[in-house]
């Protein structure tokens, strides 16, 4: 199709890049499900292309409203649209379904809503399905226009499949349904919910004015004794029965008779939603009852993402990295990672300790509120020992205690991180309490347990001291990190369970770390510690350069059974990625051996003709004993020497360090889902959406190059940190921005707009590869580049004076 870009038999971009319209007919059905998830902060839904997915309630594993399937193959719906022919009989749904076998329909992703577009027996239908930025509820507006010189008479039937808790198989016995004549709403209760006891869904259809309504919590009745989802026994009733309260196998139908003048349009909407009583889902409902209010909350959707995407916008010469810089990326990190916690292959609900402190990093530059109350949730997330929850819900206050090595240390990562970018060092004070439960026996490696505030607290810094300050008191033979039961990669979760096995590469993550807090202690006064930390960085980096070098990279870890993994002599897992990248990213590797390790790095793991970077190769299948879980995935896929693309993405930023553009920009380019995506056999092949990132890529025949799961993944939040960051250069420290590029050779330059507050600023970047001295100038006054600070690179002061500023860089 000519007006989108990037088209490749199914689906292609809008001009500006900010919506991915697909477009299904004869039966051309994907490969796997392409979907968006459109979610605030305690309510949300998945929307395939098909017009299924499931819709949830605070937390999207443990109070679904409507049913998750997990099937990527039959991808059966939990709610279906239907309208209905009054004067024919015939019956279909705005939605593609499986009707798209016989029809033609346009689906629309954007940020924050989907569409559908669809016509038949002279009725065109658009549907869009939004969820409002603050209140819990899925609004589906339904506008319905005749193109005929006849009246029409149709029935709209909205069918949703309860839940209300994890699963339906357990939930369903008890969920009692209630008609509110009054509000016109049909509300369901699960009557055994322990966690969520209070949860009300609610179903409406709100018609035009004197519209019959019909309804039934019946799903025998809907569906029939034979009848399937595609032919429901209800299409053929006159109307639905009324029937609710307690039944054996409930649902939520509600049906509206309207009518089409000719040639006229109705618009109907749809409202699915939870709330705390029958009062407040009433007043939900007579909110967005009103065509207005609907209106008003799809701008409001809008304006919100508008105003986050919007922050920085980047025009370079790859037209695939500006699309994803500029909206997608964020976009899959906040709505998804951070707010949802769920995707089509995983409906997790849960934080993650390390996951969410990773994720809020991509967010530093437009949402740092965001970033300062996710250090705040996991600071409160600590034990009184230092260890940390790996994961927990906080709806249901359970988490699970483990050994993992490296969680704990994300903490201290991100607020120094947070404190660099913004210079907001209160953060640092901010008193949040500790977590409190017997310790972990000597032959225990986890326990799902309550959450327990202890009765002790402290300062934000102090829970980032006690982090480091048990991460180095628990070393190995090597002077290198204890592993545990598995640092980064869970997968290791046998390396070192007996307590023998070390990490390399978590010891380039403490050296990276280790400095920032060096200089916070001078700055707090505490320079003793200070200078504690300075030495036992430059030991840890004596070590890790003296064993953890193997000829030609550097090693991965050292086991229980006293073997190394990743080493040059191993016939599995020879070479791991995060090894070689972080040697670099944490400064503690000499330049050289940095160098060769990135250059074993491009060798061994990228594979340019099936366009992926492995993890590590060989995969484990026969190693003995065991590394762990990872080695039950088959060879190639995940972990296991497949393209974990969150792993990988740490190579960008290491190539921009050793000043390398044209290999960083190569890898971004290969990660780049696009790049797999750009005709209808890479679709079929690569399967995954083009417009998210996918946590992982298999190598393993016959599904080389097929995406894994995508959308819940860390890697769009680090994809984004090293386009805008390191390859952009675009880094920000308080009220400077510094622009330290780093450029493929044969690029001309980019320009970017940077917001700060009320101010733009218009950046141009001109690359003369060295014909030119570097030159800055703001406003057309020449700046001397700055000498201070960790970039030592051409800066800018930014400040929000409402005015426009025009910054241009020659390098």
Request: glycine fraction near 10%; charge should be negative; aromatic fraction near 10%.
């Amino acid at each position: 199709m000519p007006d989108l870009q990037f088209f490749n038999g199914w689906g292609g971009f809008t001009p500006d890049g900010r919506e991915y319209r697909i477009v299904l007919k004869n039966g051309n059905h994907l490969p796997a499900p392409w979907i968006n998830v459109l979610a605030n902060n305690s309510f949300g839904c998945l929307v395939t292309e098909l017009g299924t997915g499931y819709t949830w309630w605070r937390n999207s594993r443990e109070c679904k409203l409507t049913p998750w399937s997990n099937d990527p193959v039959l991808d059966p719906p939990g709610e279906i649209c239907l309208l209905r022919d009054e004067a024919s009989g015939a019956f279909w749904s705005p939605v593609p379904l499986t009707f798209a076998r016989e029809s033609h329909y346009t689906v629309t992703h954007g940020f924050g809503y989907t569409g559908f577009d669809h016509e038949r027996l002279g009725i065109e239908t658009t549907m869009t399905v939004y969820v409002p930025p603050e209140d819990p509820v899925k609004i589906m507006t339904l506008q319905l226009h005749n193109g005929s010189d006849t009246e029409r008479r149709l029935t709209v039937t909205y069918y949703a499949e309860w839940v209300l808790g994890v699963r339906r198989q357990h939930s369903a016995p008890y969920i009692m349904t209630e008609w509110q004549e009054t509000d016109r709403m049909l509300v369901a209760r699960n009557m055994a919910q322990e966690t969520f006891r209070t949860a009300t869904a609610f179903l409406a259809i709100c018609p035009p004015p004197a519209s019959s309504l019909s309804w039934t919590a019946d799903r025998r009745e809907f569906f029939g004794r034979n009848g399937t989802w595609e032919h429901p026994a209800a299409m053929q009733l006159e109307r639905l029965s009324g029937r609710t309260g307690t039944l054996a196998d409930s649902c939520g139908a509600v049906q509206a008779g309207i009518t089409l003048p000719p040639r006229g349009e109705v618009t109907v909407t749809i409202l699915l939603g939870c709330a705390e009583c029958t009062d407040d889902a009433a007043e939900l409902v007579r909110r967005y009852s009103h065509a207005g209010n609907c209106a008003q909350a799809l701008g409001d959707v809008q304006s919100l993402w508008g105003t986050i995407l919007n922050q920085i916008q980047v025009s370079t010469p790859n037209r695939e990295m500006d699309t994803l810089l500029n909206g997608w990326l964020l976009y899959q990190t906040l709505g998804c990672r951070l707010w949802a916690r769920t995707g089509f292959y995983q409906a997790g609900g849960a934080y993650g300790y390390r996951d969410q402190l990773q994720d809020v990093l991509a967010l530093l530059h437009t949402r740092p509120d965001v970033a300062r109350a996710q250090i705040l949730l996991h600071a409160a997330h600590q034990y009184t020992e230092g260890d940390v929850q790996h994961w927990w819900h906080e709806e249901t206050a359970r988490g699970i205690r483990t050994r993992f090595s490296d969680d704990l240390l994300w903490l201290p990562y991100t607020v120094a991180r947070y404190v660099e970018h913004t210079g907001d060092e209160s953060v640092l004070d901010e008193v949040v309490p500790y977590l409190q439960s017997e310790p972990l026996a000597e032959d225990v490696h986890e326990r799902y347990e309550p959450t327990e505030r202890s009765g002790e607290s402290g300062t934000v810094f102090e829970h980032c001291l006690r982090a480091l300050e048990r991460a180095l008191a628990h070393t190995g033979e090597h002077g290198l990190p204890l592993i545990g039961s598995g640092d980064w990669n869970d997968g290791f979760s046998l390396v070192g369970s007996r307590g023998r096995g070390e990490s390399v590469w978590l010891g380039w993550f403490l050296c990276t770390i280790l400095p920032s807090f060096s200089e916070l202690c001078d700055r707090r006064g505490d320079g003793k510690r200070a200078g504690r930390f300075r030495e036992a960085r430059e030991k840890l980096a004596g070590d890790l350069n003296r064993h953890g070098w193997d000829e030609q990279w550097y090693r991965r870890a050292f086991t229980d059974a006293g073997k190394w993994l990743g080493s040059v002599h191993s016939e599995e897992c020879r070479i791991d990625a995060i090894a070689q990248s972080w040697s670099v990213i944490s400064g503690a590797a000499p330049q050289e051996m940095g160098l060769q390790a990135m250059q074993s790095f491009d060798r061994e793991l990228v594979d340019r003709e099936l366009g992926i970077a492995h993890l590590l190769t060989p995969p484990f299948n026969h190693t003995t004993p065991s590394p762990g879980y990872i080695q039950g995935y088959p060879p190639g896929i995940r972990e296991n020497g497949g393209q974990y693309t969150h792993g990988v993405i740490w190579s960008i930023i290491a190539w921009c360090i050793l000043g390398n553009g044209d290999k960083a920009f190569e890898l971004f380019h290969l990660l780049n889902p696009l790049s797999h995506t750009r005709t209808a056999a890479e679709v079929r092949q690569y399967a995954g959406e083009p417009y998210v990132m996918a946590a992982d890529v298999y190598t393993a025949s016959p599904h080389e190059g097929r995406a894994g799961w995508t959308w819940y993944t860390g890697a769009a939040g680090w994809m984004y940190q090293a386009g805008i960051e390191w390859i952009l250069g675009l880094r920000r420290r308080g009220n400077l921005l510094f622009l330290r590029p780093c450029l493929p050779s044969d690029w001309p330059g980019f320009s970017a707009t940077y917001r700060f507050g009320s101010a733009r600023y218009l950046l141009t970047v001109t690359n003369t590869q060295g014909a030119e001295a570097t030159r800055l100038e703001l406003d057309g006054v020449e700046i001397t580049p700055a000498g201070q600070g960790p970039e030592s690179c051409p800066c800018i002061e930014l400040q929000d004076d409402g005015q426009e500023h025009h910054v241009n860089l020659i390098i």
